[in-house]
């Protein structure tokens, strides 16, 4: 256990928390994600170059056992047992400012490497000074004992060290052992490269493709550090919530916003998720909202869907059958608070229109919508065919885009379609006491919550309390949080697993999916569930502020006992905990 505080608007909040790590985002791509040791290959400062991720450095080495982590929001402090250390992204300059309380050695442990990529061979450093500056260069190969070709350039990088202290050369490999990777049932072995010794107590580094920028970046970023931080402590300050959990996560949520949308979640879903995206935007601002909704209507293809995610890399090989109904969803709720022009909602009507009459022709299938294996968000299999068929949720959403497109038209044939949807879809779905997961399926999963946010009208208050009554206990978590199967279910699995997929929609409970449930209780009725209600909140904020990497939101944790798991700060975690909060102040 760490002492961890919160510094907010003038006073402080102080815990317990059972980490000593943390996370600060440049808002333009760049992250640092820092841990007490190293403990994953995700760990480290990392910058985005045109959509490429790469890490640059692996750690930073200091004596002395960490006490406490103070987060500030704009920088975050870590308190060691006789040296205290400073952390600061400067926004756009893919830059580290690392200061110690007094001057101080420390090694710098590098490890160039796009990430995902953990080829061992071909990657070679060298070191020089320029213009007062340490430069490390890194040139990265292929090599024939684990490539198609031998010595070809991939790329070259810079790191450019500023500091105002000394440096000792010392260039050893060191075989690192990732603990928290390995349990993670992912890859976890490593070697790194331990690049130098400094003695100083300000140090900035910057990294860059061109020697130059990051030299450039390097100075200016020393010695305009104090301006710099002043800029993002007022930037932090616009976020005038009147509570400490309101303004961490809207913080949080905050950190993941880059210059072209929001991660789906870091140290490694940072790519645009359309589908985390728009359950994200309406927390992430109305302006930024419209422009998520506007540009997501251009991205649907000819079969009437969005894709899984913005570009390419991990999940771009899966189909979504979601996405295109939050955007619908997220278009909808904009649209009652008067948000676009005429033009736009002639635009939005015309794709509106278009999206179902082609996932109609697609996946229409007797008034309900098909989705494949894997498409829900619920999208990985384990001994199971991977919600392949009709999910409540995709229903859901469907039904709310042709109400949606009805308000927009009153077409009758919109209302027609509407009306026939529904009604197959509580004769396929209603068993009397609850709705089924899939049509066929009667297997109980916190998707009703979804699909109760989505299309509260698909059954009546009374019909909705007595579905909730019948599916949480079966889901309920004494910590505070929802499983994402039937706790007696075969396939539960009542720890995290990692990588393999078993616990991951089979047991792990999903926060972003608990702070849904807990709005969808208070709209229904918000006496009755307020137990409930106020523990998921409690158990929301408590990962938030004390567990994982403090002041962000954890992707989900474990159904046995709250733990801070999968990635360590997830935007729909984050805007709909925003959400609920905002909720309990109206």
């Not at 090599?143 to 070259?156: K, L, Q, W």
């Not at 009507?349 to 007797?366: A, F």
């Not at 009755?528 to 990497?549: C, F, P, Q, T």
Request: aromatic share 12%.
């Amino acid at each position: 256990m760490v002492k961890a505080r919160h510094f907010w608007f003038g006073k402080s909040v102080s815990g317990d928390s059972d980490c000593a790590g943390f996370m600060i985002t440049d808002n333009a791509g760049s992250f640092a994600n820092i841990g007490s040791v190293p403990e994953s290959k995700y760990q480290g400062f990392f910058i985005n170059n045109g959509g490429r991720v790469f890490r640059v450095i692996e750690s930073l080495e200091l004596k002395g056992a960490v006490r406490e982590l103070r987060n500030r929001f704009y920088a975050v402090e870590r308190v060691r047992t006789s040296i205290a250390e400073k952390f600061f992204l400067p926004h756009h300059y893919d830059s580290l400012s690392y200061r110690l309380s007094k001057g101080s050695e420390f090694d710098v442990v590098l490890d160039c490497m796009e990430a995902y990529d953990m080829r061992r061979f071909g990657r070679y450093y060298s070191i020089h000074e320029k213009s007062g500056v340490i430069v490390v260069e890194f040139v990265k190969k292929t090599d024939y004992r684990e490539d198609g070709s031998n010595d070809t350039e991939e790329f070259r990088m810079y790191l450019a060290i500023k500091t105002n202290g000394s440096f000792e050369r010392l260039g050893e490999w060191v075989r690192r052992e990732y603990q928290l990777d390995r349990s993670r049932n992912t890859s976890y072995e490593r070697y790194v490269y331990r690049a130098l010794r400094l003695n100083a107590s300000k140090t900035v580094f910057a990294a860059s493709f061109n020697e130059s920028s990051a030299i450039s970046h390097a100075d200016y970023v020393f010695d305009n550090q104090g301006s710099l931080e002043n800029e993002q402590k007022a930037h932090c300050n616009h976020f005038s919530s009147p509570t400490l959990a309101l303004y961490a996560a809207e913080t949080a949520l905050h950190s993941l916003i880059t210059k072209t949308g929001i991660y789906a979640g870091l140290p490694w879903f940072f790519q645009h998720w359309c589908r985390d995206s728009l359950v994200a935007a309406p927390a992430a601002g109305r302006m930024l909202w419209k422009r998520i909704v506007l540009s997501h209507l251009s991205m649907i293809g000819n079969e009437g869907r969005l894709p899984n995610v913005d570009g390419s890399g991990v999940g771009s090989g899966l189909g979504s059958s979601d996405a295109v109904g939050w955007l619908f969803l997220r278009a909808g709720q904009l649209y009652s608070e008067n948000a676009f022009t005429k033009d736009e909602v002639r635009k939005i009507t015309s794709v509106l229109g278009k999206s179902l009459q082609l996932q109609q022709k697609h996946y229409g299938r007797d008034n309900l919508v098909f989705s494949k294996r894997n498409e829900s968000w619920m999208d990985t299999s384990y001994n199971d065919n991977g919600r392949e068929g009709f999910p409540i949720e995709v229903q859901a959403l469907t039904l709310a885009a042709y109400s949606f497109l009805w308000l927009l038209t009153k077409s009758g044939k919109a209302k027609e379609r509407e009306l026939a949807m529904a009604k197959k879809v509580r004769q396929k779905f209603w068993n009397g006491s609850y709705l089924n997961d899939l049509a066929d399926d009667s297997t109980v999963r916190p998707n009703v919550f979804i699909a109760a946010y989505a299309y509260p009208q698909l059954l009546s208050k009374k019909e909705w309390e007595k579905c909730i009554d019948n599916v949480l206990p079966r889901l309920w978590l004494d910590w505070g949080g929802l499983s994402s199967i039937d706790k007696s279910h075969p396939l539960f699995q009542p720890n995290y697993t990692g990588e393999d997929n078993r616990s991951y929609h089979r047991g792990d409970s999903w926060f972003w999916v608990n702070n849904l449930a807990a709005i969808v209780m208070a709209r229904i009725n918000k006496n009755k569930y307020r137990s409930y209600i106020e523990r998921i909140k409690a158990a929301s904020v408590n990962d938030l502020l004390w567990k994982g990497a403090i002041g962000c939101c954890s992707e989900l944790s474990s159904a046995s006992q709250q733990r801070a798991e999968g990635c360590l700060n997830q935007a729909w975690s984050c805007s709909t905990l925003i959400e609920l909060l905002r909720q309990g102040q109206r």
